[in-house]
């Protein structure tokens, strides 16, 4: 599938500062979402912990992450943001996509809102 991108609105949860659009890589095998440290701590995104990922080649890394105001095709979410490299592309995660209820049409190759989220496990 080809690479399907998303401007996205980032700032803190509290709002306490000014955050940033960017455009964001949608990447359904990302868990979390990744920017640039220094765009993160500009926005009041503060550190809450490391954690270790590991990159495409099969390498371990550790990366520092907190947590964000994430803002897309009419949606807001909290995410849990990775604090990259610098010049890192900004990525999209799956969890954010899920949470609003988005998904990637492989046909298409774009986002579409799922008309409701699946609450199939629940009975009433």
């Not at 990922?53 to 009419?74: D, I, K, W």
């Not at 990525?91 to 199939?120: C, F, H, N, Q, Y």
Request: proline share 4%; glycine share 12%; aromatic share 8%.
């Amino acid at each position: 599938m080809g690479a399907v991108r998303v401007t996205v609105a980032i700032s803190n949860l509290a709002r306490t500062k000014k955050g940033f659009e960017d455009t964001f890589l949608v990447d359904t095998g990302y868990i979390d979402c990744m920017a640039p440290a220094g765009k993160l701590k500009k926005a009041g995104i503060r550190e809450e912990g490391r954690d270790a990922y590991e990159l495409a080649n099969g390498q371990p890394v550790e990366y520092a992450y907190g947590f964000a105001r994430v803002s897309f095709m009419g949606s807001e979410t909290i995410v849990r943001i990775i604090f990259g490299p610098e010049g890192t592309e900004p990525i999209l995660g799956v969890v954010a996509l899920e949470d609003v209820g988005i998904a990637v049409d492989p046909v298409s190759r774009t986002l579409k809102k799922m008309t409701a989220k699946s609450l199939k496990g629940v009975r009433h």
